[in-house]
């Protein structure tokens, strides 16, 4: 119990520390996206991957980014991040639990249940959506005629969909063992 308990203040710490930098990070990635340095970490692949587009992959690298299409990309970004930081909020109140020795409750149980439902958000709304934003992003300065608003599901989204929904079956087991814990605990 000692070692579950140490585990989630450092978890705990590091859950904060994403808490913060991850939207800061995205803001000023999509602020400085148009200098040198971003450019060059961009081209590499460090940061962001290419965009598909129906013309093919866009290197962020070397698009030329307006005032308007930063804003779409950084939007998109935002929607994309979106699920995996109320996640954050989710896992802080899990580890919190855990680090004061509270494991099989029912509490935690919803938790884990609402951690499914976010796999599921990101899968079906927040991937797709942030897909179509990062599309219309790189292609709302073309001609007009050349500027696409896409919207796809695919293998990543399935992937999600499973783990949504191992997620939610584990929350109806740890449902069902919080039961058993007070039920033992009212047993004389």
């Not at 970490?41 to 005032?67: C, D, H, K, M, S």
Request: proline fraction near 5%; glycine fraction near 6%; charged fraction near 15%.
């Amino acid at each position: 119990m000692n070692r579950i308990q140490k585990i989630s203040t450092y978890l705990l710490a590091i859950f904060n520390l994403l808490l913060w930098t991850l939207p800061l990070s995205s803001m000023l990635l999509w602020f400085f996206i148009d200098t040198s340095p971003v450019r060059n970490l961009l081209a590499r692949g460090i940061f962001l991957n290419p965009v598909q587009t129906p013309e093919g992959l866009i290197n962020l690298a070397y698009q030329n980014w307006t005032p308007l299409s930063k804003t779409i990309g950084f939007i998109g970004s935002v929607i994309d991040c979106l699920p995996l930081f109320l996640s954050l909020f989710v896992l802080k109140s899990i580890f919190k639990n855990y680090q004061k020795g509270e494991i099989f409750i029912s509490q935690n149980a919803l938790y884990y249940k609402r951690l499914g439902i976010f796999f599921f958000l990101d899968a079906l709304l927040a991937k797709p959506l942030s897909g179509m934003l990062q599309v219309l992003a790189v292609t709302c300065s073309n001609e007009p005629g050349h500027r696409y608003i896409t919207f796809s599901l695919g293998t990543p989204n399935l992937e999600d969909l499973f783990c949504g929904l191992l997620i939610i079956v584990i929350s109806w087991v740890m449902l069902e063992a919080s039961k058993l814990q007070d039920d033992q605990k009212f047993t004389i």
